[in-house]
């Protein structure tokens, strides 16, 4: 499938779970608000109706990307995920051989990634690119977007 997202059955489900919610939940809330500000009269000088119905837009154009996203997702089974390679699904370990310092990463699809979780990285970023296809031992170099180069060991791949 062209432009396909590989993703984990996890992250399918909390892509699924959170276009339910803006489907049943928030449409409805939003509703309600537009319904409400409707009845203050005059739409022209409402800037509660406005509000509800920027906020409708959002909405409905999250529901549109996540349907879209859906669509092209591709499921990966904890069954089928190697750990002799990095790849989404896994996490690794890896040596920043300058510092001396260890990190474990859990590699994601970027529909995946939970920007709060510093624990994760997506494939798509500059680490996560360098690191995919890559087994323990291998010694990778990345270019960061400030330009400089950082070099990794991986010291272990798991699930």
């Known amino acids: 499938m062209a432009g396909e997202i590989l993703i984990t059955p996890e992250g399918y489900q909390q892509l699924k779970a959170e276009l339910e919610e803006l489907k049943t939940v928030r449409r409805k809330e939003i509703s309600e608000k537009i319904r409400v500000a409707r009845g203050f009269g005059d739409l022209s000088e409402n800037s509660e109706y406005d509000e509800a119905k920027n906020e409708q837009a959002l909405v409905e154009a999250k529901i549109a990307t996540l349907e879209e ?54 494939a798509e970023s500059p680490v996560g690119k360098a690191l995919i296809g890559h087994k323990v031992g291998d010694e990778v170099t990345v270019t960061v977007p400030s330009g400089s180069t950082v070099k990794y060991k991986i010291l272990k791949i798991t699930l």
């Open 69 to 122: 996203q859906l669509k092209k997702a591709r499921l990966i089974e904890k069954d089928n995920i190697s750990t002799d390679v990095v790849s989404i699904g896994t996490a690794v370990t890896i040596l920043d051989i300058e510092f001396d310092e260890e990190t474990t990463y859990r590699i994601t699809s970027s529909l995946e990634y939970d920007h709060a979780d510093m624990d994760t990285i997506t």
